[in-house]
């Protein structure tokens, strides 16, 4: 017997078992159809951008780590590893862009200069593929963050620069959702903060509220582009004050009509990110998600499919908000194979879309709702193991990707011919 017919044996059992319990795999499958996942480019070169030949990730308390051979180095080489990467995913991609990752021909384009040309390409690569593109300012890696601060600086000449640079990243955020015809999600984090504590905490988040209402004064149709603002705890060298904290932006964004981004990294280590999605829907139309995995604090590992990511998915699933939650990932590993991290990282997050997809979640309500709660733990253990792995390889056979681990020497093949060039 083939694999293929293994794979279709496997999932005919599989589905009877999810039957016998009230729940359809069929219609799971094509309720995937409504995730789609915007993958972030930064994994291809570990964040470091294309405005200069030399350029690194410098500042904010972000860093990289490892030295994989094969990372790209140029704009033809990174779109040619984010092909490779999506011709191994199920499902639906998008694709979210840095501004430093623009097409500057060679020349060197500073932060408040940029325009939609330098991004063209990109929307035009991206309406080849059917995609749609999101987008970041990038306020780090730049001299006028080294002292630490951008939109809360008290430097009027550094504040107004990056007020401009989140201007014009978002009228480029418009453009490309209008070209290609999907909202373009556009985020703005910043680094700042302090290392040592500051006196004037209320100084600096004024500071950054001013900037905010000024870089977003202009407004763009929803239907082009939306605003998120996000959040995190601390970064190194900014351990005792973050400008932007989840209170800051949560506020900013209830008032003022944002997304809240939640990065699953940008939490205290004890806070569970899943937690936190049916309060902010509350209060916001939508959220932001980036994906991590963070080891001990936002270290952005790889993706993988613990408990956590699972919690993320069960409660968008569970409430029904699919269309008030864009997913985006957000890791860089430098220390292995970067095609291999995003299809890792990726996978598992679609991966605990589809198990929250499997669940009798009605059942479960109506046994929480009766108090019986043994008998909810009991089938929440019992779901654990029923046959996913058959649905989900029937499910990449749909979509016409390797199943199982075959991906692995997809990728070990493209390593031998692709990336090892690129170190020699």
Known sequence: MSKTELIKKAYELAKEQYAAIGVDTDAALKKMGELAISLHCWQTDDVGGFETPDAELGGGGIKTTGNYPGKARTIEEMRADLDKVMSLLPGKQRLNLHAIYGDFGGEFVDRDQIEVKHFQSWIDWAKARGIGLDFNATCFSHPKAEDGFTLSSKNEGNRKFWVEHVKRCRAISAEMGKQLGTPCVH??????????????????????????????????????????????????????????????????????????????????????VGDKISSCLQFVDELLLHVTRPVRWDSDHVVTLNEDVQLIASEIVRNDFMSRVNVGLDFFDASINRIGAYVVGTRAAQKAFLIAMLEPTKTLVELEEAGQNFERLAMLEELKTMPFAAVWDYYCLQEGVPSGADYIAEIQQYEKETLRKRSS
């Open 187 to 272: 985020n703005t984090w910043i680094p700042d903060g302090t290392k040592d504590i500051p006196v004037d905490r209320n100084g600096y988040r004024a500071t950054l509220r001013k900037s905010l209402d000024e870089a977003f004064a202009e407004e763009y149709p929803k239907e082009f582009m939306k605003d998120a603002v996000e959040s995190k705890v601390f970064g190194i060298g900014v351990e005792s004050m973050t400008v932007g904290s989840h209170d800051f932006y949560l506020g900013y964004a209830i008032k003022n009509n944002k997304l809240i981004c939640l990065d699953s990294g940008h939490f205290h280590p004890t806070e569970v």
